[in-house]
């Protein structure tokens, strides 16, 4: 197989681009259809296993509180590796203490639940 090297060529990126986003999308389209499918014959497993459809519910519900949970670990653990860098904030510099108040009261004026009434535009 040919080596082509992409740096060369704005062309041959854009194809090479192009290439990755239609793996990436198949891939995703594939592997939401086998989720989708897991999830449900664990549902007529368990209905099947159990002999009732009243808990045939369970395996969903196990798998989104495990999504959940990983998707909790998996949050703090990018919080953990930002934090850990000096002079950095999880949610960066609009999060500091001041940004913060400054943009809740801006975002209550705009919206209309602002705990003076709504934001009036001077004159």
């Known amino acids: 197989m040919a ?5 060369d060529s704005p062309a041959a990126r854009e194809a090479l681009h192009r290439r ?3 793996v990436v999308m198949a891939s995703q389209v594939f592997s939401g259809a086998g989720l989708a499918a897991g999830v449900t014959v664990g549902a007529l497993l368990a209905a099947d296993m159990l002999g009732t459809s009243n808990l045939s519910v369970l395996p969903t519900a196990l798998f989104t509180a495990g999504s959940a949970g990983a998707a909790l670990m998996v949050g703090r653990l990018g919080t953990a590796m930002i934090t850990d860098r000096p002079g950095h904030h999880p949610a960066g510099h609009a999060a500091t203490p001041d940004r913060r108040h400054r943009i809740a009261g801006s975002t209550a004026c705009h919206t209309g639940r602002h705990p003076h009434g709504p934001h009036q535009p001077g004159p």
Not at 3 to 7: A, G
């Open 20 to 22: 990755t986003l239609i």
């Open 3 to 7: 080596s082509t090297v992409y740096t």
